[in-house]
């Protein structure tokens, strides 16, 4: 969910072309030797350096180099898939349609009854409506479900045949964690998620799945770090997040995390001290904590550093350096898992 409005349509292009044409201003007339001295405005005696004002627009900078890339990525990504694709077909002596209806089509039948029931049980108490209600919706997002992993499996398979090399590289920035609620995972795993987000967000809630499922998939690889940026217009975000590390003090953090999200029904007073209560939580400690806004601070400085880095909405997710922002599928959040154990040359096999 957005904090604030988002950045013009046409305002990344307006701001990277101006910065490229500083940047071509400053190498045909004596750039110092430094860039970070160019001086580019003086008021008075006072001298206003790129230095100074890349600091100052550091956030938003990041956010437009992650645009960008992202842009380019899907680019990229269609007209190499697309590529793959017809000279499959080809080789299979088939249309495009009728090789991927063939090789994703097939491959991804409806959910049977069984499936949906199955899965309307283990996630009964987040959907919280009669199965009879939800069937359509849910068979229809299942078949998406299972649409998706078969084109995904499909085009990892041809881009393996094929040898495909990506030279395309990712922005990364740098984003302190000293202030996280709480992290799970080692802290020697190869990717490193930093989740900024709010309890009260609808969006963050959607996401907590795509969360579970990566961490389920890939195990000890994946260290996950939760960083509160409660958003002003959710009444009951700062409290939760006081109350989430107030658990913590007494060793039921994630416990107390999982709960608001399976529930963000109750999370004004009386909902916090019930799940405090039901987590067998000692009420007085927990309740002197909360009262006394003991973790105010290293929330505020949790925001800060959110968005000092660019975050201005939830969920925002930084995986090893590379920012995605929203409530994504577990899917894209893989994808760009995959990349990076690959670098690491890092198996990538199915965690147990």
């Not at 959910?111 to 359509?136: H, L, S, V």
């Not at 998706?148 to 090399?165: C, F, H, I, P, T």
């Amino acid at each position: 969910m957005k904090m604030q409005s988002s950045i013009a349509k046409f305002a990344p292009v307006a701001i990277v072309a101006a910065a490229l044409t500083v940047g071509a201003v400053s190498a045909g007339h004596g750039a110092a030797k430094n860039p970070d001295d160019t001086v580019l405005a003086t008021v008075g005696s006072m001298k206003v350096t790129e230095a100074q004002v890349d600091e100052k627009a550091r956030p938003e900078l990041n956010k437009i180099q992650s645009q960008v890339y992202m842009a380019k990525k899907r680019a990229l990504d269609d007209i190499v898939d697309d590529y793959l694709v017809d000279q499959a077909a080809k080789k299979a002596g088939l249309s495009k349609e009728a090789y991927l209806k063939r090789e994703v089509e097939d491959k991804a039948p409806p959910p049977t009854e069984k499936e949906m029931k199955d899965f309307y049980d283990q996630n009964q108490a987040r959907i919280r409506q009669p199965y009879d209600k939800i069937k359509m919706p849910l068979q229809q997002y299942m078949r998406r479900q299972k649409l998706n992993a078969a084109r995904s499996e499909l085009m990892a398979q041809l881009r393996k045949d094929a040898g495909v090399k990506v030279m395309l590289k990712a922005p990364r920035i740098e984003v302190s964690t000293e202030y996280s609620a709480g992290a799970v995972g080692p802290s020697t795993a190869p990717i490193t998620i930093v989740e900024f987000s709010d309890y009260q967000c609808p969006f963050c809630r959607r996401a907590e799945d795509s969360v579970k499922e990566v961490l389920k998939k890939y195990g000890d690889k994946v260290r996950l770090v939760y960083m509160d940026y409660p958003l002003p217009m959710h009444q009951y975000a700062l409290k939760a997040a006081q109350a989430a590390r107030c658990a913590g003090d007494q060793g039921k953090y994630w416990p107390f995390h999982d709960a608001m999200f399976a529930d963000q029904s109750k999370l004004d007073d009386a909902g916090l001290k019930a799940t405090a209560e039901k987590l067998k939580l000692d009420p007085k400690k927990f309740d002197e904590c909360l009262a006394s806004n003991l973790h105010i601070d290293q929330i505020r400085k949790s925001q800060q550093e959110g968005s000092a880095v660019g975050v201005d909405g939830t969920p925002t997710f930084v995986i090893n350096g590379r920012m995605l922002n929203g409530a994504q599928p577990a899917s894209e959040m893989e994808a760009v898992i995959d990349e990076e154990l690959t670098q690491q040359n890092v198996k990538t096999a199915k965690a147990n």
